[in-house]
């Protein structure tokens, strides 16, 4: 543990996910507290990023959700100040974080995603258009935000207008999705390996906000109920889009599965949730790692970035 050297556990910050942010990051606090290690909490919304380098801290455990922390912003920050970091680096977590530039590489591979149209705010829309584009059920999701913010499944003219001027109060850009009818399930990654997936299922029309951080109906199936050789194709799958937008060290690759088996990718988390009741630590259990386990391994990277 002396090896870690003085950590900080960097959450909270300006993000729309910042209660979240600072339930993950008390959560890693406490767990690399009691692995021995020297960890103290750093909220980047009231303390400069000065006091890293003053304050002569040797690495950095980034649990910031969402715009600052999960973009590469906080990732070139803490480059150009020679702090080591876990998780992806400027590139990848930028990437990553923008659900539009991540379809479109995924597309370029090969990879599998549902049909989706890209709108501006400003521009002249016409919603029956895409609505038939897009056979008449849309997903509407901003493109730089996390936990399911500004979201709204519709599949009518003047909901998909509603659900677009919502979304552009988080992004000017505004992903329409097609509706993909079947199960969730996300692959939680660690090193190069994808860890056992997980099924979310819920009563709502989706994995939302309120499905993933408030509901008591929201089911966890781990292991997921998939035949093995089904199971080992979505963690290939997860890892291959993992590292097509560049991603690193650890972090989550979210599915649809559609009445057609057929698995459609929806987005990747380089920061995702870490409250013990998360998905990357249920994943982790099912591997064989308990939370302080996880927190170590994605922390260790550090030592050979």
Wanted: aromatic share 8%.
């Amino acid at each position: 543990m002396a090896e870690f050297g003085k950590v900080a556990v960097m959450f909270g910050g300006n993000s729309a996910e910042r209660e979240i942010s600072l339930m993950s990051g008390q959560a890693v606090l406490d767990g690399l507290q009691a692995n021995g290690v020297d960890a103290h909490a750093f909220d980047p919304k009231n303390t400069p990023l000065s006091e890293l380098t003053d304050q002569g801290y040797e690495r950095v455990f980034n649990v910031l959700h969402g715009r600052g922390g999960e973009d590469g912003t906080i990732q070139g920050a803490l480059e150009f100040l020679n702090i080591p970091y876990t998780g992806s680096g400027v590139l990848g977590a930028a990437l990553a974080m923008d659900k539009i530039k991540t379809k479109q590489v995924w597309c370029a591979l090969g990879l599998p995603t549902a049909k989706f149209v890209v709108v501006c705010g400003k521009q002249t829309i016409d919603y029956q258009a895409i609505l038939d584009e897009l056979g008449g059920v849309v997903m509407v999701k901003p493109a730089n935000e996390g936990s399911s913010i500004g979201m709204a499944k519709v599949d009518n003219v003047s909901d998909l207008k509603s659900a677009i001027s919502g979304a552009t109060e988080f992004d000017n850009e505004i992903l329409l999705e097609q509706w993909i009818d079947g199960g969730e399930y996300t692959v939680s990654i660690l090193g190069d390996k994808a860890l056992p997936a997980i099924h979310m299922t819920t009563p709502n029309d989706f994995y939302d906000y309120q499905a993933k951080y408030q509901s008591d109906n929201t089911q966890y199936h781990c292991p997921c109920g998939l035949p093995a050789d089904e199971e080992k194709e979505l963690g290939d799958i997860a890892v291959k889009a993992f590292n097509a937008v560049n991603a690193k060290g650890w972090g989550r690759v979210d599915f649809m599965c559609g009445q057609d088996g057929q698995w459609y990718l929806l987005e990747v988390n380089t920061v995702p949730g870490m409250t013990t009741s998360s998905l990357v630590p249920k994943a982790a259990k099912e591997a064989g790692l308990s939370f302080n386990q996880l927190v170590n391994e994605i922390l260790e990277q550090t030592l050979v970035k």
